[in-house]
């Protein structure tokens, strides 16, 4: 029941903008008006951390950096709404320097700026693909502060209502036939590489990374969870191996407080990890019928 409620939250706050206009309109009792939207924060979301952690295979390969990772911290991303307490976001690692902090220049950087994107995403373990979507387009990145301000205020707030889908953006979802299930989010515009319904193995082209859903620059987001739908799952931890992380962090994400201890098989926020080449093929296009 409270899975069901916490899924239904992009409802909750639509009821509670729409009775805000109302009031403008009609007398509507001031905790009518509010009642839907505290019901929507008051939900708890669903925990599974005392769970093992599932070892799987990295769901790219060459060098990368984690960010927003569970070795660092959990909730990884500050929340657990949409099973991603265990979540981490990883991009291509690049020797080429970075800016130290945002401008703000007006002009956000297009998707295709970004050594990540178009980068082949693999399966992480054998399973079923259960959804598989990829008909959002790659917007600009939010690299500069007005971009930045606009996706955490006005675009936030936008996408909350639009539902998980808006955030997620394009993904494919694997079952595993053992009780989890892996997301792979964000995906490149028309890069879904697998139909619903369709058989993988550990190693298969999914897709590629792109620029779609809640994101501030081309990466890749993956998840393990307990359930099908993200809105009503709770995360799962989870292990990459083979798996190999490097001594020094990317000096650009890497944070203030340098990690204390290496996680077997999980880069923390900023650390630099590599992982097989697997002579990944470019993705096949889909059948007509997915």
């Not at 675009?155 to 209502?161: H, N, S």
């Not at 590489?193 to 081309?218: F, H, I, M, Y």
Request: charged share 20%.
């Amino acid at each position: 029941m409270m899975r069901m409620l916490k899924a239904a939250s992009p409802w909750l706050l639509r009821a509670f903008v729409l009775l805000v206009a109302l009031s403008f309109v009609i007398e509507v009792p001031v905790w009518l008006v509010f009642a839907p939207l505290g019901l929507a924060i008051a939900v708890p979301s669903p925990r599974a951390d005392d769970e093992s952690p599932q070892t799987m295979h990295a769901p790219v390969t060459g060098r990368w950096v984690a960010i927003n990772s569970p070795a660092t911290k959990v909730p990884s991303h500050g929340v657990r709404t949409l099973g991603q307490a265990f979540a981490v976001d990883i991009l291509q690692a690049s020797d080429s320097p970075r800016e130290s902090a945002p401008g703000w220049q007006w002009r956000q950087a297009e998707p295709q700026e970004f050594p990540s994107f178009g980068e082949p995403v693999l399966a992480a373990g054998s399973g079923t693909v259960i959804a598989a979507h990829d008909g959002k387009r790659d917007h600009r990145a939010r690299n500069t502060w007005p971009g930045l301000i606009y996706m955490m205020s006005l675009e936030a707030f936008g996408r909350e209502l639009a539902g998980h889908r808006s955030i997620i953006g394009n993904h494919v979802i694997l079952d595993h036939s053992d009780g989890t299930f892996s997301m792979y989010a964000h995906l490149k515009h028309g890069s879904a590489a697998v139909c619903v319904g369709q058989k993988v193995r550990a190693g298969d082209v999914l897709g590629a990374v792109g620029n779609t859903g809640n994101t501030s620059e081309p990466h890749l987001h993956f998840q393990l969870m307990d359930r099908p739908q993200a809105a009503m799952a709770a995360g799962l931890p989870f292990r990459w191996s083979p798996l190999t992380i490097e001594p020094d962090p990317d000096p650009h994400w890497a944070p203030k407080k340098p990690v204390a201890e290496t996680v077997e098989g999980l880069p923390a926020t900023g650390q630099i990890f590599r992982t097989p080449e697997s002579g990944v093929m470019p993705q096949p296009k889909r059948e007509a019928s997915c």
